[in-house]
Structure formats: C-alpha cells, structure tokens
C-alpha cells in the first residue's frame, strides 16, 4: 500500500488528525496538585499496540522514519516488501528518533525548525535482514544514523507537517566533522591513514545553547565496531566496551570500522563526543567539542551560571558510571565576541556524592593530583574522560541519563537502572536496582561552585501497584512552573507499555500523560516557546516487529512499524502538563 505524506496521516489519525486517547472510558484521578489538573491514564489503559493518551488532551503523528525531509522526496512509507535505498535514506528522516529541540522561525509557536537524533536502528528494522551483505547496505544503516533539521509548521487546519526549506538537512555516520577543544589536533584522535573525520553515530539525548545552536550526543558508538581480523583491546578500549563482535556488522564491509586495521587506529576516539550544529546554517560542519569530554553522553543540559558562564551537566549511560559537568572559562557573551566557543575553554568535573547529603565536584584536569603521572596532558584525560574519572574517585552511579535544571536551580538526573549492583550506597540506595530512581541536587555558587547538596527526588520501586507506577526513568524535562516530565525506557511493571509521566517537584505528586505502544521506548522532548504544544517521540516501536504493532499504520495493516514524532496539545488550548 503507497500513500503520500499527507494521504499517510490522515491514514494514522482518522478524519480530525488529531487522535484522541484510545481508550472507551477514564478514571479522574486526585486533583491534589495544583500543577496536575489532568485525568490520568490509568494502568489498565496503558498498554497494547496503539498509544493512550489522557482525555484532556490529543495527539497527532509527525515524521516517521522515511519521511522525506523536503516534500517531494523519496519516501518510505513502511511496506515490509521494501526499503530505502542508502541514497534515498541520506534524504528522509533516520530511524531511532531521540532527543530533540524545537527552534522557533522568528516570534512563532506555530512554525520552525526540529532538529531531532537518530540513535539507533537494528539491522532487521532498517536493512530488513539480520546482517548487512554489501558496502550498500552498511550506506544504508550509516544514513539512518545521525540527525535531522527540518522545517515543520502548523497549517491552518491545526495539523504539523514538514514543508519545504532552505534549512533542512541530513546529518549521518558519513558527513564531515570537524573538531575543537584542548584535544583537537591531538595524535590520538589521528589516524595512519590520514582520513579525514566523519560522522556521528548513536545520537541519543541532546541539548541547545544560549546562542541558538543544537548539540547531540554520542553514545553507544562502540557496538558499530568489530575486528574482521587479529585485534587485542587497550585498556581504554576495554573501558569504552569496544570488542570484535559488532552489532551491526558494519566492520564487514568498511575498513573505517573495523579495529583490526592498523590504518583506521583512533578511529574509535572520534566518537564519544557533544557535537554542535548551527540548525539555521545547512552549510556549517559540525563540531565535535572535545573540552566536554568523551565518553557515553547522554544528554548536555545547558544552564547559564554565576557571571554568565555556561554550564553543561552530562550523564555517562552506563552501569557504575559517572554523572559530570563542564563550566566555560569566562562570560559566555564575551567568549563569543572574541571568536572563542564557550564549549572550547574551561573546566570539566565529575561528581562525588557523599553519604551525608554533600557532594563534590572532582576536576578532570592536569592540576589534580589524583590524575597527575597517569595521564600525558590534558587532551589525553578528554580522549579518555573515563578513565580520568576513574582515577579521581567519582561515585559509580546506576546508568546517568537525562538531566534537567527546574525551578530553584534544582538539578534532576535520571538514574535507568542497575541490575548488577551488589552494594548499596546513599546516592544509589537499591541493591539491585532493576528500575532506577531520579536523584536531584543544588550546586553552590549558582551552579558553577565545587559542591552541592543532593537528595533522592523518587524511588521508581516505590510506585509499583499504584497508579503512579512507572520504572527506568531515562528522559526528563522541567518547565519553569515546577512541573518535571518523565519518560521511560525499559520494562514497566503493572502491565504498561513504556510513558510519559508529569511530576508536581513539590508535592511529588506523579500523573500518566501518555503511553506508547508495546515494546517501544518514549522518549525526546522539546515544546513551543508558549508550552502548548509538545513534541516526544516514540522509539522503536514493536522493536520493529510488524506482527507486533504496525503504529503509526493502522494497527492490522501490516506495515514496519516507524519511528515517530508524537505532537501532544491539550483539548482546551492550555499549557501541556497543566
């Protein structure tokens, strides 16, 4: 079945666009709060194929996967009988949508640009078979990768779509790179065979800065390696899980990948990163800031501190991993009127949490004396951030992800889970913790002092059996009123498909907004300046299963299961969360 872009959504959505929850009836849940004034979805609602959302609001679907990027284009539409060819993919719209940020086209809630991560797409989803078997079918994979700018607008009958730019453009695993920071020209991120850098892999959380540019993050790039020949791992390769064996199998077919070869050596090292992209430039090669460090980012919360120096918290996704923060040398207005990114010059830490409620932010630098003999200078602590951090004494955490700054300069970080922790300390208080917590912290001297105070914000083993149940927090996103979203990557407990939860910070009251379909993962989250209109995403939906779910198709059809943005707007006009 072949539908065009618009024929497709009208095909999702019914008549109106907008879909309503799927489910007959729901339950009013407590109004205690006075930032929660929605019906929950309930647990027995929350589950199956199709998403649920609350009655008092509405959803509408926005760029699957093979969307193209500028009407026109080739597009995939989600027949199992094809795919994308690699050329036609480098034109549409990636697979894996994750972390993204709204930026508005002048004084406007109702049209911009979306920039949006493609973190990942397994081989069956995206090539449609288990392995790839050509040099194209690996094109194909690398272009589903990376990101996406595209320009999307509300037309006037009240529904989003992607219209034609002069902004829009496909970032993926092969486009230039360039790189900046104390590592930049470092031997280590050089090769023997003189490549030049490409690419962004594994785009998973993301942030924006103050000067209106997009930054995604680099996460698990080590699983697009392998070695297709004799290969013993370094210390450090061990450390960033690199290995042989290759999910994807892209070593195979391009030598770029594949660690055996003598020539590609420390092409591994070019990935880890924060990458910086001007989404109002399509010419501008991005950049790869290497003062932020490398290591398994998941996200680059971005908060203007003390003296107007930028603050950039990072979590590492990883079991017994580190949470961390990057503060500019100086004013980052003044930085950039004299040509210097804010990104480039100053100081990255990581964070110790003592069992008394304070905490301390380790430098990673040369003139800590925990780091001093182990490390040759400074791009090599960046290069291997991990390391570094292992060495200064930073406190192993339960897989850091998301992070967000609320009301009050409260920090929240999202801790997934660790089912292999064996002891319990005052930051990570389970044993094992299969379903993860959110700790919550104040920085001294507005976020760019030395210490903090912290506290755990909730306990997801605590919700289990009621109402608020949830389990692996993984995105977050705080308004200004004091309300923190949460959304879920992982088995939920209580019969529900992964969600999207609101939380009043004061009470601590939690309210279900949205769930998804089965085995997919809710996440990314960016709102129009004015908050009343929300986008998320729903990740591989089905795990790409079309016996599954066949979301966004209608559910029976038959068609692969997409990737999709979700546009989610209250009935009444108001403020999404309220």
């Known amino acids: 079945m072949m539908l065009s872009a618009a024929g497709f959504i009208g095909a999702i959505a019914g008549n109106s666009v907008l879909k309503p929850s799927t489910a007959a009836t729901q339950v009013a849940q407590r109004r205690t709060s006075p930032l929660l004034g929605f019906n929950a979805v309930t647990l027995a609602q929350g589950n199956g194929p199709v998403p649920s959302i609350s009655s008092d609001y509405q959803y509408q679907v926005l760029i699957p996967w093979g969307t193209p990027i500028q009407p026109g284009g080739p597009e995939y539409n989600g027949d199992p ?142 699983t697009y390696f392998g070695a297709t020949g004799e290969w013993t791992p370094t210390e450090a390769q061990t450390r960033y899980g690199l290995a042989s064996s290759s999910r994807y199998g892209w070593a195979n077919y391009d030598e770029r990948f594949d660690l055996s070869k003598a020539a590609y050596k420390n092409e591994e090292n070019r990935f880890g990163w924060v990458v910086e992209i001007d989404p109002m430039d399509p010419n501008q090669t991005p950049v790869k800031r290497t003062a932020l460090g490398r290591f398994k980012h998941e996200g680059a919360e971005i908060v203007v501190g003390r003296g107007g120096r930028v603050v950039c918290y990072m979590g590492d996704d990883e079991r017994f991993d580190y949470i961390y923060k990057f503060v500019s040398a100086n004013n980052w207005q003044s930085m950039r009127a004299r040509g210097i990114s804010p990104f480039d010059e100053g100081q990255l830490y990581v964070a110790k949490f003592n069992d008394d409620g304070s905490g301390e932010w380790l430098p990673l630098s040369m003139d800590n004396p925990a780091l001093q003999g182990k490390f040759q200078d400074q791009a090599e602590i960046l290069v291997y951030t991990r390391l570094a951090a292992d060495a200064a004494g930073a406190t192993p955490m339960d897989r850091p992800e998301w992070i967000t700054v609320g009301t009050e300069e409260n920090v929240y970080c999202a801790l997934t889970n660790n089912s292999r922790r064996t002891e319990a300390d005052a930051a990570n208080p389970l044993a094992p913790n299969p379903d993860g917590h959110i700790i919550r912290w104040q920085d001294s001297d507005r976020h760019v002092g030395t210490t903090f105070t912290w506290d755990i914000f909730a306990i997801a083993q605590d919700t289990h059996g009621t109402e608020e149940s949830f389990a692996s927090p993984d995105g977050l996103w705080a308004d200004p009123d004091g309300r923190l979203f949460i959304q879920t990557d992982g088995a939920q407990k209580d019969g529900l498909n992964d969600q999207l939860l609101v939380a009043d910070t004061n009470t601590k009251e939690i309210r279900r907004l949205f769930t998804g379909v089965t085995d997919c993962e809710v996440t990314g989250i960016t709102v129009t300046p004015e908050r009343r209109t929300m986008f998320i995403n729903v990740q591989h939906p089905g795990d790409g299963n079309p016996a599954t779910t066949n979301f966004p198709a209608p559910q029976g059809s038959g068609m692969v299961p997409r990737d999709s943005t979700v546009v989610i707007t209250r009935k009444d006009g108001g403020i999404v969360g309220s």
Request: aromatic residues 8%; charged residues 15%; proline residues 6%.
């Open 81 to 222: 009988n094809t795919r994308p060819t690699a050329d036609e993919q480098a034109q549409q719209i990636g697979i894996g949508h994750d972390g993204m940020w709204f930026f508005p086209l002048g004084n406007n809630n109702d049209h911009g640009l979306l920039a949006i991560n493609h973190e990942f797409g397994i081989n069956e989803h995206v090539l449609g078979k288990a392995d790839p078997a050509s040099l194209e079918d690996v094109r194909l994979s690398q272009h589903a990768h990376g990101a996406s700018v595209v320009e999307i607008k509300k037309n006037n009958r009240g529904v989003w779509e992607v219209v034609r730019s002069n902004y829009a453009r496909r970032i993926h695993a092969n486009t230039p790179m360039a790189f900046s920071g104390p590592a930049a020209n470092h031997p280590l991120l050089k090769t023997a065979a003189g490549n030049a850098p490409k690419g962004t892999i594994n785009n998973c959380s993301n942030g924006h800065t103050p000067w209106g540019t997009y930054l995604t993050c680099e996460e698990n790039f080590n």
